[in-house]
């Protein structure tokens, strides 16, 4: 299974949905904080595991970290409320603000503590922190924008999720610096309309999903577990679509909403960030061909201990959203025109 049905984390499941509107939903920045702790208080339970040392250490790590960033935030927002005529130090603010809900979110340059946290999670938590646990942050930061602070940010996400992934052999550290790459696409999506945001994050969440399915299915979280000889040749192909999708290859799927934001940003003539941010991801795609023609091409043997069993329905699943990922641009691009 995907994740276990249990009655305690479905509690869990259901607080961590209603923080993120509690947090979305408030009007005042106290109600706003009041949701990001249930939010962090809620996911903690998921995260930790007494039978996984690394999943009680992921739980710690996420807890001070988020912490740290929480404390950061409401400092910010009291600040605001003593100085609110005062209009000099609003700068300031926004940019404080700013990066508490960007280090919440693991955005570089605060995304340390983010792959290692991925290390120690299941591929369905990985899908909720990498997703579910971006909306509320995103939405907040949206608020109070410092516009030439964020741009900055934007061109750091693109280069230190390339410079952190191209040498990973961890499967989860890579789904980590590719989450950080497209941050740094999703922020510029911010700066440009809410639509277009919430568009690529649930593009984004539907690419990341497959890939984290496809990998619990198949219970692989290292790279060399993908060269196995006689792992299904539809798998591989499977998720040959989807690492070019996540990538922005055309014709796939995932390139669509990375071109609009490629057409607003030589709009509004930011050439040096355009650039950067095709190159980047020329690199991004590099890394994730070399994983696909490296699990096509190696010919390791079985191992006793890599033991999983496709049902029809999964693989039937999985062969369906792939056909998604790569027929989804053909159809958006008629709909584009």
């Not at 990001?36 to 710690?60: G, Q, Y």
């Amino acid at each position: 299974m995907f994740f276990n049905i249990n009655s305690n984390k479905m509690f869990f499941y259901f607080i961590l949905f209603f923080s993120t509107l509690i947090s979305i939903s408030a009007n005042s920045w106290l109600g706003c904080w009041i949701g990001l702790e249930i939010n962090l208080l809620s996911f903690i339970p998921l995260i930790s595991n007494h039978k996984n040392l690394l999943s009680s250490e992921a739980a710690l790590k996420y807890f001070l970290t988020q912490a740290i960033a929480s404390i950061n935030f409401l400092f910010t927002i009291l600040i605001k409320l003593i100085l609110l005529k005062n209009f000099e130090i609003n700068n300031f603010i926004s940019i404080m603000i700013n990066s508490s809900m960007l280090m919440k979110m693991g955005s570089a340059p605060f995304h340390f503590w983010f792959p290692n946290i991925v290390e120690g999670l299941s591929w369905f938590n990985c899908f909720i922190l990498m997703t579910w646990q971006k909306i509320s942050p995103m939405i907040l930061l949206s608020y109070y924008m410092n516009y030439n602070f964020l741009m900055m940010i934007m061109i750091f996400n693109v280069i230190i999720g390339i410079l952190g992934g191209i040498n990973q052999t961890s499967l989860r550290k890579l789904m980590a610096f590719s989450s950080i790459n497209n941050l740094g696409w999703m922020l510029a999506t911010l700066l440009i309309s809410e639509n277009l945001w919430l568009f690529y994050l649930l593009m984004y969440s539907f690419l990341i999903s497959i890939l984290c399915f496809t990998f619990n299915l198949l219970n692989v979280y290292f790279i060399n577990q993908l060269f196995i000889i006689n792992l299904n040749s539809l798998i591989k192909i499977s998720l040959l679509i989807n690492f070019m999708s996540l990538g922005g290859l055309p014709p796939f799927m995932g390139f669509f909403p990375k071109w609009i934001i490629i057409n607003f940003l030589i709009m509004n003539k930011l050439y040096i960030i355009t650039f950067i941010f095709i190159m980047m991801s020329l690199i991004m795609l590099f890394f994730y061909i070399r994983i696909i023609y490296s699990s096509i091409t190696f010919n390791y043997l079985k191992m006793k201990w890599f033991k999983f069993y496709l049902k029809n329905n999964s693989m039937l699943l999985i062969n369906l959203f792939s056909m998604i990922s790569l027929l989804g641009m053909i159809i958006s691009t008629f709909t584009y025109i």
